[in-house]
């Protein structure tokens, strides 16, 4: 038989973390095609077949395949040992940490103070994935996550602490005038996100008397925030953030009336590594900037 190299036994490893080709793709940074290619090869090297594809078109590992895929992820730590050793002796800090959160906490927290980071650590990549879904670090969909829930999933293998607590306050645009603050409807939010705290807030404070809610509904922080900037209605916010944008104006003083836990989570394998440790570092920094002593 062909001797197998890791590069052929990535794709294996990718399937069983995405589930279905797409999955795998997404995982791995390749186009389905080059992912169904490259199983091929590893197929006729093997002589095993190594999945079973699903009529919903789920990939289901056989047992050899699951045992490949096994001894693939204990390779896969070792690369990065590696990685992480070349680094040190280097006396430079390399290698590729990705970072998820949601996406007004990566586009208005984070990327805007990336320089100083990689400027002190030029041989760092730092890659921000700002997506609303809780991505699993268990399958390696990132490595490192900043939530605003205690996490209720990822096992013994998903390391979680508590960094701080956010506070949100109402804001709508100066633009409206003071006299209608009372009267400016809620910028609620729609079914799929109705289970957030701000969200079950705003829902309970519209149905006072007097109250209603905007003709907007919005998924999140960031469109919410950009709908108060237009002068749609009021609506809750993050503290920090709506004070660091001019165009907005507070309608509950200066204490909050909601606040949310922030939580960071590593993986327990990569949790001692230094440029895991460089950018958690980083971002306990930014977030006691953020929140001060609140």
């Known amino acids: 038989m062909q001797r197998l190299n890791w590069n052929d036994l990535r794709y294996l490893l990718a399937v069983e973390r995405g589930g279905t080709l797409s999955g795998a793709a997404r995982l791995i940074g390749a186009d389905e095609t080059t992912v169904s290619r490259r199983l091929k090869v590893l197929r006729e090297l093997t002589g095993d077949e190594l999945y079973w594809r699903q009529r919903d078109g789920t990939l289901i ?33 390399s290698g590729t940490v990705r970072l998820t959160s949601v996406p007004w906490l990566i586009n208005r927290c984070l990327a805007n103070q990336v320089g100083t980071l990689l400027q002190q650590y030029p041989a760092l990549t730092l890659e921000l994935n700002p997506d609303s879904r809780d991505l699993d670090l268990n399958l390696r969909e990132a490595d490192i996550a900043l939530r605003l829930s205690r996490p209720r999933a990822g096992g013994t293998e998903t390391l979680a602490r508590r960094i701080g607590e956010l506070p949100f306050g109402v804001y709508a645009s100066r633009s409206s005038s003071s006299k209608a603050e009372d009267t400016l409807p809620w910028i609620g939010y729609d079914e799929m996100t109705s289970h957030l705290p701000q969200a079950q807030w705003i829902a309970k ?40 944008t001019r165009s907005l104006t507070s309608l509950s003083g200066d204490g909050p ?38």
Not at 259 to 288: A, G
Request: hydrophobic share 45%; aromatic share 2%; net charge neutral.
């Open 257 to 294: 009336v909601l606040s949310r836990e922030i939580w960071l989570l590593t993986h327990r394998s990569q949790n001692e590594w230094r440029r895991t440790k460089v950018v958690v570092s980083w971002i306990e920094d930014l977030m006691h900037l953020l929140l001060g002593d609140r």
């Open 61 to 93: 590992l056989t047992d050899i395949g699951s045992q490949v895929a096994r001894h693939a992820a204990q390779m896969e730590a070792q690369v990065d040992h590696v990685s992480e050793l070349l680094g040190r002796d280097q006396q430079q800090l």
């Open 205 to 244: 404070m519209a149905r006072q008397p007097g109250q209603r809610l905007a003709g907007l509904k919005v998924m999140d922080v960031e469109t919410a925030l950009e709908a108060a900037i237009a002068g749609v209605g009021r609506t809750l916010l993050p503290i920090p953030i709506a004070q660091a």
